[in-house]
């Protein structure tokens, strides 16, 4: 019956909207990890070694206090995931549910997590201008960043050779932001462009990817009534260009 066929459809969305929160969780979780145990390995060896001169603790304990503070920066995102999935759980879309958010704060959290992927060997450019403000939620705007660095970081680092960069550019015109994040990575043919939106598609592997970056990313882009399109060439490298609404 209709009915029945409702209610499996719900269900559908249900566990895809759980595999979801897992992903993102995840990924702030192995941040929070990362951050808590560089913190212990440097207190651990500040404790160890006895001849420290006390100018060189200080330094240290900075280091902690800075290693620490970027723990609980994971942590609140955690948080405002899971708040805002149950937001968009409830009614997607709905304008009254947004905030007015600061690109630049959202985007720099974003850079943030996405250099610890980064381990220092792809080249970020970030060209975006200052104080632009967009219609969104803040958690789901830093996450659809984060998603699409991510991917474009996985991508740089998946080629064997060639110029390993990444740049995000955005600008602000008439009302829409536009923001775009480009890669030189490995891209992709028709065949997989065409296939980034559906839930679960991945070409990383099941350990490494969960093919819900992209869904989840068009899906609050759209709630914030904005656009979200890609463009990629294999061999070369994806554009993908974000429009917003700009405040
Ligand atoms: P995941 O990253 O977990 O695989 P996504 O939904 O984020 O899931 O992406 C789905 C697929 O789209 C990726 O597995 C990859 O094949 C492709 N893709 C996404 N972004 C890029 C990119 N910047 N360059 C090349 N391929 C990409
Ligand atoms: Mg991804």
């Not at 001849?51 to 609980?72: K, N």
């Not at 995102?77 to 905030?99: F, H, N, Y």
């Not at 980064?118 to 403000?133: D, H, P, Q």
Request: hydrophobic fraction near 45%.
């Amino acid at each position: 019956t209709s009915q029945e066929m409702e209610r499996l459809g719900r269900l559908a969305a249900m566990g895809a909207m759980a595999a979801g929160v897992g992903h993102e969780i995840n990924n702030s979780l192995a941040y929070v990890l990362a951050s808590m145990a560089f913190a212990q390995g440097l207190l651990e060896r500040s404790v160890q070694d006895e001849t420290r001169a006390p100018i060189e603790w200080q330094e240290e304990l900075r280091e902690v206090r800075g290693a620490l503070e970027d723990a609980s920066e994971g942590a609140l995102r955690m948080r405002d995931i899971v708040r805002d999935l149950g937001a968009l759980s409830r009614g997607e879309g709905q304008k009254e549910a947004l905030d007015v958010v600061w690109l630049d704060e959202s985007l720099e959290l974003a850079l943030r997590m996405a250099r610890m992927y980064a381990e220092g060997c792809v080249e970020l450019e970030v060209r975006v201008a200052k104080g632009i403000r967009v219609r969104a939620t803040r958690s789901g705007l830093t996450q659809v960043l984060l998603n699409l660095l991510l991917n474009a970081i996985h991508a740089v680092m998946a080629r064997e050779s060639g110029p390993r960069r990444v740049q995000v550019r955005g600008e602000a015109d008439e009302g829409r932001v536009a923001l775009e994040v480009e890669d030189t990575g490995v891209g992709m043919g028709p065949e997989a462009l065409s296939r980034v939106f559906e839930l679960f598609f991945t070409t990383k592997g099941p350990e490494k990817g969960t093919g819900l970056g992209l869904p989840i990313s068009l899906r609050l882009v759209q709630s914030f009534g904005g656009t979200l399109t890609l463009s990629s060439e294999a061999g070369l490298g994806t554009r993908v260009e974000i429009t917003l609404l700009s405040v």
